[in-house]
């Protein structure tokens, strides 16, 4: 067995020891090892914490070399610079308040896709960003592509609420379930926002309802109050107020994003297809955390 091919191997069994660790209930993060990477990190310790969890800190080294080349000496020197990150990391992360079990995790492999693999296993997935992300960023590729909630972390601390967007329609319920649940655990008010001026989105048998204001916005009281009903139910103790906005969602979240500490945005779970245009210029823009939801098909 070549160098190559045993470092290979020896990975390999990491990789298997990490599934089979990672089968318990468990936050991934993306860990980079830079001071601007903390907030982030602070936020899934406590999503951790809050949720009775594992954290996963998850560091992604990838082979810059052309298929086939072999530098086993090289290959062998960058495991473990990312495995000693991990292990600073580990130690940030307990002097950063995390309590709970603390796991590293070295995957092989550029970052969105490594992630993008991994967080399927995860209940959720953190990450960090900058304040404003650039068209092809790799966050809005994980944001797309997740079957499970991803938490892009920007800035600091915002106010104790959460905000989530709401349309009415199925497949927002996984999207309001997290935002309640969020809510609830950390104890923050629920905000849940229904901008309906969207006339160009709706079917033909429902252009009538944007020439008779009045009537639009009674139709949309009522699949707003018909969608949150089951968390009120869920969460009585949970404040839970609704706003139905006559006007463009993407206005409106982007006014309702600084009034939050979380947005909470639904996705139709198209699997590797980008996010619709109000999410994407929305994760893009936003200056605090930012939650992606997709919706599950069974």
Request: with cysteine; net charge negative; glycine share 6%.
């Given at each position: 067995m070549s160098a190559v091919e045993r470092a290979h191997w020896q990975e390999e069994g990491r990789h298997m020891e990490g599934a089979q660790r990672n089968e318990q209930a468990h936050v991934l993060f993306g860990y980079d090892g830079t001071a601007e990477n903390d907030t982030a990190l602070r936020w899934a310790i406590e999503e951790a914490r809050l949720r009775g969890i594992d954290l996963v800190m998850c560091?992604?080294?990838?082979?810059?070399?052309?298929?086939?080349?072999?530098d086993p000496r090289a290959e062998a020197v960058m495991m473990r610079a990312g495995e000693n990150l991990l292990e600073r990391g580990k130690r940030r992360a307990r002097e950063l308040g995390a309590t709970g079990t603390v796991h590293g995790r070295l995957l092989r492999g550029p970052a969105r896709q490594a992630l993008l693999r991994e967080s399927r296993e995860a209940e959720l997935t953190v990450i960090g960003a900058p304040e404003r992300l650039e068209e092809g960023a790799g966050v809005l590729d994980l944001a797309a592509g997740a079957?499970?909630?991803v938490v892009v972390v920007k800035d600091g601390e915002g106010p104790r609420?959460?905000?989530?967007?709401?349309?009415?329609?199925?497949?927002?319920?996984?999207a309001l379930g997290f935002a309640a649940a969020e809510a609830a655990l950390r104890g923050w008010?629920?905000?849940?926002?229904?901008a309906c001026w969207e006339p160009a989105a709706v079917d033909a048998a429902e252009l009538a309802?944007?020439?008779d204001r009045e009537l639009l916005e009674k139709t949309r009281t009522a699949e707003l109050e018909a969608a949150v009903a089951p968390w009120r139910e869920r969460y009585p103790e949970l404040d839970i107020r609704v706003s139905l906005l006559l006007e463009p969602p993407m206005r409106?979240?982007?006014?309702?994003?600084?009034e939050a500490g979380l947005l909470v945005l639904g996705d139709r779970g198209a699997g590797l297809a980008p996010l619709g245009s109000t999410s994407t210029a929305i994760l893009r823009e936003a200056r605090r955390a930012v939650a992606i939801v997709p919706a599950r098909h069974d």
């Open positions: 560091h992604c080294w990838h082979w810059p070399y052309p298929e086939g080349h072999e079957s499970r909630p609420r959460v905000v989530a967007g709401a349309d009415g329609s199925a497949w927002c319920d996984e008010e629920l905000r849940v926002l229904y309802l944007f020439h409106a979240l982007f006014d309702a994003a600084d």
